[in-house]
C-alpha cells in the first residue's frame, strides 16, 4: 500500500485524495455530484470513480498502490452499507476496501486533529455535531428542508422567495429582494394579469414551482447581496440564531473544544459567519473556530486512521500543505 | 329551465346545488374531491358529476331540467377552459352549459349579495380577494405551500411540526406541540438513534418526509389544541398577524363593505378568527363580517346572477334558508 483514500462526495461535486502514511498528498481529484441519495447510486458511483481515477493518475500511482479508503457523504448514518461504490472501485482495479463515514465528521476534521471538539455545516442544508474520541457523539437539525435545516442556503433562499413575492403582492413593505429576485429569474416589471396583480408575480410563481424546493438556496446570496435592506437584514439575523441555537444543541459545558465551521453559508466570511463565531465563543465552551471549504482533508484523516496511522498536529499540517500545492 | 346549477369544486370535498330563479334550493348533493389540479381532470370530472347527479335525484328532475351552470373551483382563472367538465355533464344529459369561476368569488357570494366588498379564505392555502361590481377586482396571495399561503393551515401545520422537531432535537425549548405530535402520528418515545438523538425524531421525519407537504395541514389543529402553549401561541399569533396583513393588502379606502371568511382556520371561531375579525373592523372598511362553510351558497348566486336572475336580500335569503333544509 503507497497511499490511503479519501473522498468527500457531495451533491454538488466529489473530492478524492491520495494520502501517504506521513500526510503527504500524492494526488487529487475532483468531479461532479456523488451523493446516491440525491444523484442515484449510478450516477453518484461515476462520479466518485472519475475523481478517484483523477487523483490515482495525477499521483503517478497503479489502481493496486492505494489501499483502504473513506468516503464521507450525508445520509451515510441512514445507510451505511457500502457496497454500491465498492463495486464501482473494484471494477476499476482497486481493493474495494471503503468504509463510509459522515460528511460532517469529515469536515470536523478538515478543521482540527484533535479527537473532540464541535462541527458547524450551512449549505444547502444546516447540521451540527458533538465529536468525541473521533465519531460522531451527538448531531442536530439536518432534518430536511420541509421541516429543519434551520439557518441553511434553502432556508435563507426560501424567506427571500417569500419575502419579494410577499411585497410584489401588496403584503409587506418594499424590499431589495424583490428586484434582485425578478433580475436573477430574468423576468421584466410590468404588466398586470387578471386578478389585478402584477404579471412578475405570476411569473415568478410558476419559475420557482419549477424548481424542487431545496434549489431555493439558489437565491441566499440575494439577501447577502441587498446590504441594508430591512427585510435581508432581519432574514439573515434570524439564520444566525438559528445557528447559534444549532450549536448550543450540540456544545456540552465542560467540553472546551475546537469549532469547525463549513458549508457555503459559513465557511467564507459573512455576517451570518461573524455572529454565529461571536456567540459560539461567548459561550466559553470553544478553544479555536476554522472554516473550511470542503470534507476532504477531513476523508483523508479519517482514512488514515481507520488505516492505524495517527494523525498528529505535524501530519494534519503536512495534509492541508500538500493538498493545498495540488488543488 | 326549471333549476340553475351551482357547483363548489374543493380539493377534498364537492358540493353541487339546484336553485329555482326565485332561489329556492331544489337539490344538493355531495361528493369527493373535485379540483382537476390536485386530484386530476378525470377523477374530478367523476366526482363533481356524482354531486350534481345526487343534488338532481334529490330534487326529482330531470337532467334536461336543469339549465346554465357555475363551478367555482381553485385555479380557474389560470385555467378559464371548461370543456373537461362540459363533456362530463353532456354524457350524463345535461346540457353541459357551464362556466369556471374563483373558489374564493363563491365564497364571498356565501356570506353577501352585495356586489362589492371582501373575502379572505385560509384552509390548506390562505387567499384574499377585493370584489367590484360582482368580479375578482384584486386577488392577495394563494401562491402556494413553498411561497406564500401565509397564516394558512399549511403554514401552521409545517410550523407546528418544526417547533415540535427542534424541541425534540435541542434547538428549542419544550413545547406540548412535540407531544400532540407523536400521539398524532403514533410514535412513541424512548430510544436513541445512532447519532446521539431520540429514536422519535427519527420516526417523526420519516413520517413527514412522506407526506405531501401541503399535507402538513393536518398538524394545524394541533397549534389551536396546545392552549396556552408558548410556541402555539407564537405560531397562532403570527398567522393571524399574517392574515391581518392579506386583509390590508385588499382592503381599499374607501370601500366600505362587507368581509366574509371562510376555510377551516377562519370559519369558526378561533383565537386566529377573533384577531382577523377585530385587526378588520379596526380598519374602518368593513361594514359587517361573516363566516361561510364552503362557497357553495356563492356558485348558486354566481348561477344565477350569469342567468340573468338579479340576486337581491330576498333571493339570497332564500337560498341560505331553503339550502339549509337540504343539508
Redesign the interface.
Known sequence: MTAVLGVDAGGTSTRAVLVDTDGRCLGYGRAGAGNPISAGMEHAASEILSAVTAAIRIAGLAATDVGPGILAMAGS?VNPDAGWIRSALVGAGLSGDVELRSDLLATFFSGTFEPDGYALVAGTGAAG??VRNGV??????G??W???D?GSGYWIG?RV??DA??AL????APTALTGLLLDALGIEVGGKH????PAA?LA??DA??RLR?VE?SRFAPLAFAAHGDDAATRILAEAAD?LA??F???AMPGLVAPLVLGGSILAQDSVVATAVMTAADASGLVSQIRQVDDGVVGAAVLALRSAGVPVDAAVFERITGSLAGLR
Open positions: 448514518g455535531i458533538r460522531v457523539d451527538l448531531a442536530a437539525d432534518l430536511g420541509l421541516i429543519g434551520v426560501a422567495v417569500r413575492v410577499a403582492d401588496g403584503r409587506a387578471a386578478d389585478g396583480r408575480l415568478v410563481t420557482v414551482y424546493p431555493l438559528a441555537r444549532l448550543g444543541a450540540v
